[in-house]
């Protein structure tokens, strides 16, 4: 059974998720990475038109503090580049979250539950899980054009992401990752409509980035299989 869940964040830290989660997923994701079939869902598709045009339309309410629109495009370029990940891996442990390497618009203090209820049940039906599926929100972020947010791996949370974000032109935009087995850099580029991608945090880190010059708008999500759920 797949139930959404409002986790709190010492609560996301500190939930081990099943290394083999005895749902589609073991077979659908491969080198850590995956895309999702979900746009056939038309209540799911349905519900995201919804949550991004009221987005377009409350645009002047969201937190758009971090957006910097004449930021260098050869700043961005170089900050999602193969040698800046490189230097940054010589440099640290991996990078938890992109910290202030970003240029968007947030809007995290959306729930869109409704939204998070129906993105469960679509999970639950093309994944078949068969030991309980926890889903809570995590990452909810507009790029508009020279939109980025730069290399890190969400490895310290246990479990998979599951971002659903919608791009208005194909190749415009695009999530950018390092095959953590062969360490080739892959850019996965935006078609037009909702794109749906998956990645695993938790058995070797992930880097990614992301891009956009288009306005892309982002709806992340954590997915766990916890080892063992609180009596």
């Given amino acids: 059974m797949t139930s959404p869940s409002e986790f709190d964040r010492t609560e996301i ?5 099943a290394k083999i989660t005895d749902s589609n997923l073991d077979h659908l994701i491969t080198d850590h990475f995956a895309v999702l079939n979900l746009g056939d869902h038309t209540e ?7 949550a991004k045009n009221w987005l377009i339309n409350n645009r002047e309410t969201l937190n758009a503090g971090d957006y910097d629109p004449n930021m260098p495009i050869s700043d961005i370029s170089h900050r999602l ?3 800046h990940l490189l230097a940054l891996q010589q440099a640290m442990e991996p990078k938890f979250v992109a910290g202030d390497d970003i240029n968007y618009i ?7 539950s409704t939204l998070t209820q129906t993105l469960a049940h679509a999970l639950n039906e093309r994944l078949s899980p068969r030991r309980t599926m926890r889903l809570f929100q995590s990452g909810r972020n507009w790029y508009p054009p020279n939109g980025y947010m730069g290399w890190h791996t969400n490895s310290n949370v246990q479990g998979f992401r599951l971002y659903c974000s ?20 892959v850019t996965s580029w935006d078609e037009a409509g909702w794109n749906f991608r998956c990645f695993r945090t938790d058995l070797k880190p992930l880097w990614h980035c992301v891009y956009s010059d288009t306005d892309r708008i982002s709806f992340g999500y954590g ?7 609180s009596a």
């Fill in 13 to 17: 830290l500190q939930t081990k998720s």
């Fill in 223 to 229: 997915l766990m299989f916890p080892v063992k759920e």
């Fill in 106 to 112: 947030k809007f995290s203090n959306v729930r869109f």
């Fill in 166 to 185: 919608h791009a208005p032109i194909p190749g415009a935009s695009y999530f950018r990752y390092q095959n953590p087995t062969t360490k080739a850099i």
């Fill in 44 to 50: 799911l598709v349905a519900q995201l038109e919804q």
């Fill in 81 to 83: 580049s193969e040698d």
